[in-house]
């Protein structure tokens, strides 16, 4: 186990240019945990990574507080790819016995593998309604819908719907005459298993799931799910057994499409849009949602004072950590958001809606943080006519 670990850190060492560490801190600087009073910091990881201790990096309980959001990795001038370097180390932790203690007791990281292990029969297609047009099995769009029928099944307290983004983003596809295939047999993506370092459920989960794709033909994959995103465009890309498809956020789809929609203004006032990490540091896409949401009828777009590159992230995006430097920086991102003027927060992930309805619960901030979110396609599809 020690030769295994020892070889699995070399490897990270090696694929995030750990060994080029200047030792500046300026990637600790930029750490929103570390900026809300957390302990964690990236150099001493680096550090200790780059020096071979296997033993002070499994001990560390900051393994799992790093929200891999990109911040230190985009300002980092010797070009270290920590977050990279957290994702292996996570696996070498994980195959070392050493797991996060997850919040909601790891049900959805059991969900997950359950998913991953096969042989249970999902109700995936009950939050369908007769007026949305899909396929089950072949075409040429594949709508990837991801976890929202789970998340609002969890998540009834928080007095949303991640459903109402998906739902808009098929009826969208519709209006524009467009019939996705919407699979039954879909399961997750993995995205969080594999950023909590359990690579072997992860590959379970991508060799299915590309295999379903690959059987439907689909030159096109739509998703609405940033994490779903970043999975599919990277993490999956030594999966398939062909060209892969192509793989867009419903705003990437939207973008040149928005022409043959026709559109109303629906009068809802001034919004702001937050940043998902995996499409923007992650992927580099900051002008899809902004360009979808500055062709609406009306709708004037207040950018945060931190937006794009800049953006703070929602602070829970893996499910490995939820405390109290995490509720810091959402309550701090929603003050931002509502010092825009905002009456809507729009995102492009369902999480990040999860996450902020999350801090919102809080009945002495209530007052300071409310505010809307709806998802990028909810805002297109109420704007129809």
């Keep these: 186990m020690a030769t295994d670990a020892a070889q699995g850190l070399l490897e990270a060492v090696r694929s995030s240019r750990a060994w080029a560490c200047y030792d500046c801190g300026k990637c600790t600087a930029a750490c929103p945990v570390a900026r809300g009073g957390g302990t964690l910091s990236p150099r001493r990881h680096v550090l200790s990574a780059a ?3 296997v033993e002070a990096l499994l001990a560390s309980e900051d393994l799992f507080s790093c929200l891999t959001c990109r911040q230190c990795s985009q300002r980092c001038p010797a070009e270290v790819d920590y977050t990279t370097l957290v994702m292996n180390l996570r696996v070498v932790a994980h195959d070392a016995g050493v797991e996060p203690t997850c919040p909601h007791g790891g049900a959805l990281q059991s969900l997950m593998r ?6 249970t029969q999902q109700d995936r297609m009950s939050w369908l309604d007769k007026a949305l047009e899909t396929v089950p099995d072949q075409g040429e769009v ?3 819908t991801g976890c929202t029928m789970y998340y609002d099944t969890l998540f009834p307290q928080f007095d949303m719907s991640t459903l109402d983004g998906t739902r808009a983003a098929v009826r969208l596809m519709n209006r524009l005459g467009v019939t996705p295939v919407v699979s039954p047999e879909e399961r997750c993506c993995g995205h969080d298993l594999l950023w909590n370092g359990d690579r072997e459920n992860f ?6 799931n590309v295999a379903l794709v690959e059987r439907s033909g689909a030159q096109t994959l739509v998703t609405s799910c940033a994490e779903c995103l970043r999975t599919w465009r990277i993490d999956y890309a030594p999966f398939f057994s062909g060209p892969p498809p192509q793989v867009v956020h419903i705003s990437e789809w939207l973008v040149d499409r928005m022409p043959g929609l026709d559109l109303q203004d629906t009068g809802v006032g001034p919004i702001t849009y937050q940043d998902p990490c995996r499409m923007g540091r992650h992927l580099g896409i900051y002008d ?3 360009q979808v949401l500055n062709a609406l009828p009306g709708v004037e777009l207040r950018e945060m004072g931190r937006s794009g590159p800049g953006a703070v992230c929602c602070a829970g995006g893996t499910w490995s950590n939820c405390d109290r430097f995490a509720k810091n920086i959402q309550v701090d991102r929603l003050k931002e958001a509502r010092s825009t003027g905002a009456q809507v927060m ?5 999480k990040c809606r999860i996450h902020f309805r999350c801090a919102m619960q809080d009945p002495e901030l ?3 943080i409310g505010i809307e979110m709806r998802d990028v396609a909810e805002m297109v599809a109420d704007a129809l006519t």
Aim: contains cysteine; aromatic residues 14%.
């Design 51 to 53: 020096l071979g201790d």
């Design 114 to 119: 359950m998913m991953a292990l096969g042989g």
């Design 142 to 144: 594949f709508y990837w």
């Design 203 to 208: 590959e379970r989960l991508a060799r299915y």
């Design 288 to 290: 899809a949602p902004r």
């Design 346 to 350: 729009v995102t492009a992930c369902p």
């Design 366 to 368: 209530g007052d300071q």
